[in-house]
């Protein structure tokens, strides 16, 4: 995921993914609390900065579950139906799956 | 002043007109939307009257030419009857207007700094004289300083091929910077690269003096002074400017052609050897990149992955629009990366504003977005913004840019 030649500077990303991956689990569980309070406007912009982050950080899949899950909301009107939330929560199941993984496995 | 195009007017089915950038003696130049291939362009129109040989003579001048350090030609056509040339749209400052600036604020160009414009403007006029042309009208107003520190030569209308004897007899171009011999008619056959040399000097002098040695006057007064008042030397007004570069100039804007070096190539060369004698870096302004992202861990990625590509380089991170407009206001960076989903202002409304107050244009502006739309790209396109999506690939597409802006390093 780098193009850094300077070991130093190599070091500092190293160190600011596993910073990254250390807070994946508080993001998805962030998320999960807005979801359930139904403040899905904030819900879509925090599925969006995981989905630009993740993904520059070289978590990939977190990046395009995060993606889904940013799409989704960004379809959601002001109060979602039920087909809507199902799928905002099976996606948001997903996501937080996929935290968790990266959180073991980057840091 | 008539305008020749009208803006929202289509030129030849393809160039939507914007607005007038300029205008001349021999026609307007217009920016300009290029329908067909989604860019910005500018449309050089002779005017009525004027003949139309002159845009073609440019046209194909430029096309003989490929340099990063020379406006790009794309096409010529007709269009209501009027000739038009379509060139590259070349975003910046001119030089003119940064030495005006420099002047307004007392300050002076740093030896190195000159001398890294003046080797520049001599690469690209030593391709110039390459294929066989005279410029005939290099000057500050015709100096491009684009993003990335590239220097583009503009302005070609003057051109002659070398061996045009009988139309390098008429004299053209800017009194201050013109050539004696072009003022008195007297180019000796085989000597026309030598007024472009000359006009360096001129150029080179006004850049390590701080004033345009040739100001004011009929011709025949500037004639005189540039044939018999000698101008006090370099290093008398600038004494921390290498002796050997003083001397270069004062031979750069000799009277008698033969005593100049003869060619920009011979220019560029003593030039070169000049700027590595300089202290490198001792005096170049660092790269320097501005991030705007109200996502804080974005904003430590990308300072750490422009790090990587750009060691040494200025970084600065900012989380929202006004302030990230503030800071340019302060200071223009090279670089500027600029998130589109911001909370307040925009990010395509920070390169609306930036772009809309001429405070960008010196400034290479990318956008990184997860989720522009292509309106947004198009948008982004007219604006001379360049769009790039966050994920996997952002972090090679961010080097690459880098690596391109800065190709010595």
Same mark, same amino acid.
């Given at each position: 995921?780098?193009r ?104 | 002043?008539?305008?020749w195009?009208e ?13 007038l ?5 021999m026609? *307007?130049?217009?920016?300009? #939307? ?7 362009? @500018? ?13 073609v ?17 794309h ?12 060139? *590259?749209r ?33 690469? @690209? ?5 390459? @294929? ?5 009208d ?27 004897? =009988?139309? #390098? ?19 000796v056959?085989?000597?026309?690269a ?11 002098? *006004? ?61 560029l060369w003593?030039?070169?050897a ?18 705007v ?14 790090r ?6 200025e ?8 302030? @990230? ?46 989720? =522009? ?11 001379g ?19 391109r802006?800065?190709?010595? #390093?």
């Amino acid at each position: 995921m780098t193009r850094a030649s300077d070991p130093a500077v190599e070091a500092l990303i190293a160190a600011a993914r596993a910073d990254f991956a250390g807070t994946l689990v508080s993001k998805a569980v962030a998320l999960e609390a807005l979801v359930s309070c139904g403040a899905w406007e904030d819900a879509r912009r925090a599925a969006h900065k995981l989905r630009g982050s993740a993904g520059v950080y070289g978590f990939a899949e977190l990046g395009a579950a995060a993606a889904e899950l940013d799409d989704v909301l960004s379809r959601v009107e002001e109060t979602p139906d039920a087909a809507q939330q199902a799928l905002v929560r099976e996606k948001l199941r997903e996501l937080c799956a996929l935290a968790e993984h990266a959180s073991r496995a980057g840091r | 002043m008539t305008q020749w195009f009208e803006p929202g007017e289509i030129v030849a089915d393809v160039y939507e007109v914007r607005a007038l950038l300029g205008a001349g003696a021999m026609g *307007e130049v217009y920016d300009a #939307h290029d329908r067909a291939l989604n860019r910005r362009v @500018a449309l050089k129109v002779a005017r009525p009257g004027i003949a139309p040989d002159y845009l073609v003579r440019e046209g194909r001048a430029l096309a003989a030419i490929r340099h990063p350090g020379v406006v790009t030609v794309h096409t010529i056509g007709k269009h209501r009857g009027l000739a038009f040339l379509v060139l *590259e749209r070349v975003y910046g400052l001119s030089l003119e207007r940064m030495i005006d600036e420099r002047r307004g604020r007392g300050e002076r160009f740093a030896v190195g700094e000159a001398l890294d414009l003046l080797v520049a403007i001599a690469d @690209a006029l030593s391709v110039v004289h390459g @294929a066989g042309l005279v410029h005939r009208d290099v000057k500050p107003g015709n100096v491009m300083l684009a993003p990335g520190g590239r220097v583009v030569l503009m302005d070609f209308g003057l051109v002659l091929p070398h061996a045009d004897r =009988a139309g #390098h007899r008429t004299a053209a171009g800017s009194l201050q910077y013109m050539g004696p011999e072009a003022l008195s008619g007297d180019i000796v056959e085989g000597a026309a690269a030598l007024l472009d040399v000359y006009a360096v000097g001129v150029l080179a002098y *006004e850049l390590l003096c701080g004033i345009a040695p040739f100001d004011g006057g009929d011709s025949r007064e500037v004639y005189r002074s540039k044939v018999r008042k000698p101008l006090p030397p370099v290093s008398r007004l600038r004494p921390d400017v290498p002796a050997a570069l003083g001397d270069l100039v004062a031979q750069l804007m000799a009277p008698d052609p033969q005593e100049r070096p003869q060619g920009a190539e011979a220019v560029l060369w003593q030039l070169r050897a000049l700027r590595s004698r300089v202290g490198a870096g001792t005096e170049a302004r660092p790269f320097s990149v501005l991030i705007v992202d109200d996502d804080g861990d974005m904003r430590r990625a990308l300072a750490l992955y422009v790090r990587a590509a750009a060691p040494g380089a200025e970084i600065e991170t900012i989380g929202d629009g006004r302030t @990230a407009i503030r800071a340019v206001r302060r200071r223009v960076p090279d670089l500027l990366l600029v998130d589109l989903d911001l909370p307040d202002i925009n990010g395509i409304e920070v390169c609306m504003l930036l772009r809309g107050m001429r405070l960008g244009d010196a400034c290479l502006i990318v956008s990184i977005s997860s989720r =522009a739309t292509r309106a947004d790209v198009e948008l982004l396109q007219q604006l001379g913004v360049r769009s790039l999506e966050k994920g996997p690939a952002l972090v090679t597409q961010l080097a690459e840019i880098i690596e391109r802006m800065r190709p010595n #390093h």
